[in-house]
């Protein structure tokens, strides 16, 4: 999904066509002076208030002693599973390149635009379950934004998810064969819920639930990008499955310009 059609091309320009009343664009007015408060997260952070978006590069790296991969045991559970996976299945918990570049990991923006309630993007989060493992194994999703849940496997899942954040506070679907449930969108954020299937007891995604669209999730090789950031000082926060939410970095979004950061994550 590009993360380029998250956002309208300007932040600025909008906020003026907003504040003429001309617009039905994605920002509403009384969203603006929430953003431009700061976003509720302090006085300290939030976006300075002029200039043309920017962007917020970097990479995470993990330092230390790191979990090594383990082979799942997919044998006794389902013929179908195995059959997909002829070389059996490892796990995804901790996936670390060579130079500690770490897979997976959410960045977002923790203070500065928590606040900023933005309309969610129109594509939704598709989450499948293919070959018995989630597709994307760790996403990233707007509130408002609708999840559809796949299935492309001829087998039995049940998808299941708790907590406050999930509509009605549970989500437990048998889904027994290729189909797709009906999107459900979610109203409170949450890092980082959990989905699992308790059929399977190796499948497992999460799903960072947030209030904005400045977020991302890093590559095999650990960089990441968050785009269009209204220039302005914000702080970010890492999260990994293993690690949990674990460093903040602090970051000044130059207007038009591209703030680069780097995470070094300990356990
Ligand atoms: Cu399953």
């Known amino acids: 999904m590009g ?3 998250l956002l309208p091309r300007g932040l600025i320009p909008l906020l003026l066509l907003a504040a003429c009343g001309g617009s039905d664009d ?3 007015a009384e969203d603006i002076g929430f953003i431009y408060a700061g976003g509720g997260g302090g006085g300290d952070y ?3 208030g002029g200039g043309a978006p920017g962007r917020i590069t970097g990479k995470v790296r993990f330092q230390g002693k790191p979990w090594q991969p383990r082979r799942l045991d997919i044998v006794t559970a389902d013929g179908f599973c195995v059959a997909g996976h002829a070389q059996g299945l490892m796990s995804e918990d901790f996936l670390m390149g060579a130079d500690g ?3 997976d990991v959410v960045v977002y923006i923790k203070e500065g635009a928590s606040g900023a309630k933005m309309d969610p993007p129109k594509e939704p989060v598709v989450l499948d379950q293919l070959k018995c493992q989630y597709h994307p194994h760790v996403a990233v999703i707007q509130i408002g934004q609708e999840l559809v849940i796949k299935s492309s496997d001829n087998t039995n899942h049940n998808v299941h998810m708790t907590g406050p954040a999930v509509p009605g506070g549970e989500l437990n679907q048998s889904m027994v064969r290729p189909s797709a449930l009906p999107p459900i969108t979610f109203k409170r954020p949450e890092v980082a819920l959990r ?3 308790d059929v399977h007891n190796w499948m497992t995604a999460w799903l960072a639930i947030l209030p904005h669209p400045f977020h991302a999730v890093t590559a095999e090789d650990g960089t990441f990008a968050i785009e269009n950031v209204p ?3 914000y702080r970010l926060a ?3 499955e293993k690690l949990g939410e674990k460093q903040y970095v602090d970051v000044t979004v130059p207007a038009g310009g ?3 950061v780097e995470f070094v994550l300990e356990r």
């Open 26 to 28: 994605l920002l509403k």
């Open 195 to 197: 989905v699992y299937c």
């Open 231 to 233: 220039p302005g000082k």
């Open 238 to 240: 890492a999260w990994q």
């Open 258 to 260: 591209t703030a680069a």
């Open 46 to 48: 939030g976006p300075s």
């Open 101 to 103: 570049a770490l897979k």
């Open 3 to 5: 993360r380029s059609r």
